[in-house]
């Protein structure tokens, strides 16, 4: 069975700060993992993936993430928050045994000017 | 290259009627997944289909809903008949390889459905 948490259902950040998205996951297996971000009335993009390579990742737009295996967390972070990061943000993981994906619930990034 | 196309964009029925949901991948890629994403959810996986054949259903309602994948290209979603719980936005994705979870899913604009 997998898992994936998403700590925060709406995170706020002043433009110019640092974004921090939470994501824990559970996975039986060896997991991949994913972030896909969706812009209002856009179709899901993909942000970055890990599949067992580094294990910082970097993204489009600025966007990195970690794998943390002791910790289960795959947390999202970028170090300057732009307007056009406002955005609804989905941690993905992927079972590469069974190639199960589970969806997190999503966290809303709102970005003040 | 074109992107993943879904149509209708938008349907508005009543319950108990029936609806079909379209959706065409990007030319090539061998697998296709629909979601169902409802308000304030992230999405559901309800089918995969690995070329023509299913790999995974778990999770599609299957005493009202059905979907097929002709000649392993494009793929119709079928609700018949539609509850008001069904009302939500419906996703179609593709991924280049053969259902490998380090793919990467390309997703359509999705089709919104309000059962009234």
């Known amino acids: 069975a997998q898992s994936v948490t998403q700590l925060d259902s709406h995170v706020s950040v002043s433009e110019g700060t640092p974004v921090l998205l939470r994501c824990n996951y559970s996975?039986?297996?060896?997991?991949?993992l994913f972030w896909y971000v969706q812009h209002p009335n856009k179709g899901l993009q993909l942000l970055l993936k890990?599949?067992?390579?580094?294990?910082l990742v970097k993204g489009i737009n600025g966007f990195e993430a970690e794998f943390k295996k002791s910790e289960t967390s795959f947390h999202l972070t970028k170090p300057s928050a732009h307007m056009s990061d406002a955005a609804e943000y989905f941690c993905?993981?992927?079972?590469?045994?069974?190639?199960?994906?589970?969806f997190g619930t999503g966290t809303k990034l709102q970005v003040i000017p | 290259e074109a992107g993943v196309a879904q149509s209708p964009r938008y349907k508005i029925i009543e319950k108990r009627q029936s609806v079909a949901f379209w959706c065409n991948p990007i030319?090539?890629?061998?697998?296709l997944y629909w979601y169902q994403q409802i308000l304030g959810q992230g999405p559901k996986l309800l089918i995969q289909?690995?070329?023509?054949?299913?790999?995974?259903d778990s999770q599609l309602p299957k005493d009202r809903f059905s979907a097929e994948r002709l000649k392993g290209v494009d793929s119709t979603l079928k609700i018949q008949p539609a509850k008001l719980e069904d009302s939500a936005v419906y996703l179609c994705?593709?991924?280049?390889?053969?259902?490998?979870?380090?793919?990467?899913?390309?997703f359509g604009p999705g089709t919104r459905l309000t059962v009234l």
């Open positions: 994705a593709s991924s280049r390889n053969s259902g490998l979870a380090t793919d990467t899913q390309y």
């Open positions: 030319s090539g890629h061998a697998t």
């Open positions: 289909f690995q070329n023509n054949g299913v790999v995974d």
């Open positions: 996975s039986s297996y060896s997991p991949s």
């Open positions: 993905v993981v992927s079972d590469r045994r069974y190639q199960k994906v589970t």
């Open positions: 890990y599949t067992s390579a580094a294990t």
